[in-house]
Nanobody, 123 residues
Framework: QVQLVESGGGLVQFGGSLRLSCTTS????????MGWYRQAPGNQRELVAA???????NYADSVKGRFTISRDNAKNILYLQMNSLKPEDTAVYYC?????????????????WGQGTQVTVSS
């Protein structure tokens, strides 16, 4: 069962821009730190950027100053604005939700993943 749905990937030239979107249910979105990960062929999946429920952000050093993560809490949508793209940004990008819910005094945590969207940057 797909919980997170990404869109916005594609082919872009060096220096170009793309915006990725990820949508999920309100119950997941409102209880989660949301993030974008990527995985290039032969590499491990790595964190690109994350944003907490209070909109505190964190970025990988390789994308700082070029990528911006944001969330629309009214629409349950996560965004990743990617500018000044480089060939080394080529990867499958995955949306992630790390949810935390207090259920009767017990903290329940779950992790959800999207199916991934391909981003290819040509030189």
């Amino acid at each position: 069962q797909v919980q997170l749905v990404e869109s916005g990937g594609g082919l872009v030239q060096f220096g170009g821009s793309l915006r990725l979107s990820c949508t999920t249910s309100r119950s997941i979105f409102s209880s989660s730190t949301m993030g974008w990960y990527r995985q290039a062929p032969g590499n491990q999946r790595e964190l690109v950027a994350a944003i907490t429920r209070s909109s505190t952000t964190n970025y990988a050093d390789s994308v700082k100053g070029r990528f911006t993560i944001s969330r629309d809490n009214a629409k349950n949508i996560l965004y990743l604005q990617m500018n000044s793209l480089k060939p080394e940004d080529t990867a499958v990008y995955y949306c992630n939700a790390d949810s935390e819910n207090n259920v009767g005094g017990v903290i329940l945590r779950n992790k959800y993943w999207g199916q991934g969207t391909q981003v290819t940057v040509s030189s």
